[in-house]
């Protein structure tokens, strides 16, 4: 479950931005799109030019749903850490630090570039 409250973990992988849930472009506003999406087993984490949205799916069927809108604005630091050099399943980390002193750290298993998933919030929080 994607439900970004205090000290929050979750564990992600890259999906392409092909497989983002249909429903998800219904909350785009205009000159907003995705540029990254990340999935645990049913629920969505989409990264827009934006904000961060996250999609719960809940129940057995799945056809109930929860929607989260991050606005970067919110964030007040984040930190990422890299995978390290041997790793079977390469794992990186990314932290983001809220005002009310919520966090929420993401796992990423696989084939990502965190340090430009770092730059993008970068160019989202510091223009």
Same mark, same amino acid.
């Given at each position: 479950?994607i439900? +970004?409250?205090?000290?929050?973990?979750f564990?992600?992988?890259?999906i392409?931005?092909?497989?983002?849930? #249909?429903?998800v472009?219904?909350?785009?506003?205009d000159? #907003?799109?995705?540029?990254?999406?990340?999935? %645990?087993?049913?629920d969505?984490?989409? *990264?827009?030019?934006?904000r961060?949205?996250?999609? /719960? @799916?809940?129940g057995? %069927?799945? %056809?109930?749903k929860s929607?989260?809108?991050? =606005?970067?604005s919110?964030?007040?630091?984040?930190?990422?850490? %890299?995978?390290?050099?041997? #790793?079977?399943? =390469?794992?990186?980390e990314? @932290?983001?630090? *809220?005002? /009310?002193?919520?966090?929420?750290? *993401?796992?990423?298993?696989?084939?990502?570039?965190?340090? #430009? +998933?770092?730059?993008? +919030?970068?160019? *989202?929080?510091l223009?």
């Amino acid at each position: 479950m994607i439900s +970004i409250s205090k000290n929050s973990v979750f564990n992600l992988k890259p999906i392409e931005l092909s497989d983002v849930r #249909e429903e998800v472009n219904a909350l785009l506003i205009d000159g #907003e799109k995705a540029v990254a999406a990340f999935k %645990t087993v049913r629920d969505q984490l989409i *990264f827009t030019n934006k904000r961060i949205i996250s999609v /719960d @799916v809940q129940g057995i %069927t799945g %056809t109930r749903k929860s929607y989260a809108s991050l =606005p970067y604005s919110k964030i007040q630091m984040y930190s990422i850490q %890299t995978p390290g050099l041997i #790793e079977i399943v =390469p794992d990186s980390e990314l @932290v983001l630090y *809220f005002a /009310d002193g919520y966090a929420a750290t *993401f796992e990423i298993k696989g084939n990502c570039n965190i340090i #430009e +998933i770092g730059r993008m +919030i970068s160019t *989202f929080i510091l223009t």
